[in-house]
Nanobody
Framework: QVQLVESGGGLVQPGGSLRLSCAAS????????MGWYRQAPGKQRELVAT???????NYTDSVKGRFTISRDNSKNTVYLQMKRLKPEDTAVYYC??????WGKGTLVTVSS
């Protein structure tokens, strides 16, 4: 059984940083595509960052230069480091594994 468990969300001021974690079980995060999505209130879920098994990464334009996706194979965990956060980054962030499996999400609120 595959489980993806996100953590690390919370309330942060504009300009601040957060690191989200996605602990995986039942899949090897090093052997497939891992991604972070987000869904803001009243909006569709969007793909934020993708990490391919070979190490390549992709980011949506609005987060390029501010967010970094990475993984720790020894912990079977994927991270999303978020810097210079903006109010428009406020959303529930979801971890996705292999374009198929979903976590339950973690809420990030950027507000002063």
């Amino acid at each position: 059984q595959v489980q993806l468990v996100e953590s690390g969300g919370g309330l942060v001021q504009p300009g601040g940083s957060l690191r989200l974690s996605c602990a995986a079980s039942g899949i090897d995060v090093n052997r497939g595509v891992m991604g972070w999505y987000r869904q803001a209130p009243g909006k569709q879920r969007e793909l934020v960052a993708t990490l391919f098994s070979g190490g390549n990464t992709n980011y949506t334009d609005s987060v390029k230069g501010r967010f970094t996706i990475s993984r720790d194979n020894s912990k079977n965990t994927v991270y999303l480091q978020m810097k210079r956060l903006k109010p428009e980054d406020t959303a529930v962030y979801y971890c996705n594994g292999f374009w198929r499996y979903w976590g339950k999400g973690t809420l990030v609120t950027v507000s002063s």
